[in-house]
């Protein structure tokens, strides 16, 4: 039996978690989610718990059985607090300001870079090197953080470009002068 998909998901109090035919949707104070499961997975909703099992202990069955554990898990609990995502700038010259709903990065590139958000994502910047991606969907936080990373990421010698918070950047030596 699965490790992760053998332990029920708690329910928390203000979301209400529903199943129609092969859809879980949970719905909560800041906003609704949905997941999609396959027909080798049996979702079962008790009192205050939800129970993912498998149907058969086929190959398939085994494999989808802990994912999909999870990603109920994550909806369930990204309807009640968002998933939030931290970015830190480094660099001279190299900050973000919002711009409506958009992000405006300036990278050091001879344009602006700007990222609209899909629905569901908000982005915060406080003081123009720090920028926040947090949503109810943690996998679309997690790809909206990686796309702004990956239009400046951190160079191995001074550390500049877009890191995520806490991230550890390993440092290379420069050229050695002349002697």
């Known amino acids: 039996m699965s490790r ?3 332990l029920p998901i708690a329910i928390p109090d203000g979301v209400e978690v529903k199943i129609e035919g ?13 997941v999609e499961f396959p027909s080798e997975i049996e979702v079962v909703i008790n009192e205050k718990e939800v129970a993912v099992n498998r149907k058969s202990e086929d190959r398939k069955s085994r494999s989808l059985h802990g ?20 970015l830190e700038i480094i660099g001279v010259g190299y900050r973000a300001a919002m711009q ?10 001879s344009h602006p870079v700007i990222i609209e958000p899909p629905a569901g994502i908000t982005i915060a910047v406080e003081a123009n090197t720090k920028v926040t991606v947090s949503g109810t969907n943690k996998q679309m ?3 909206v953080a990686a796309l702004i990373r990956s239009k400046r990421p951190p160079e191995p010698y001074k550390g500049k470009g877009v ?3 806490g991230e550890y950047i390993a440092r290379k030596a420069g050229k050695a002068g002349k002697k």
Request: glycine fraction near 14%; hydrophobic fraction near 35%; charge should be positive.
């Open 163 to 165: 890191k995520y918070e």
């Open 141 to 143: 936080v997690g790809d």
């Open 4 to 6: 992760i998909g053998k």
């Open 67 to 86: 994912l999909f554990r999870t990603l109920i898990s994550n909806a369930i609990v990204g309807v009640k607090t968002p998933f939030e995502k931290k």
């Open 100 to 109: 409506g709903t958009a992000i405006n990065l300036s990278l050091g590139y």
């Open 22 to 34: 092969n859809v879980l949707t949970a719905k909560g104070p800041k906003g609704t989610e949905s």
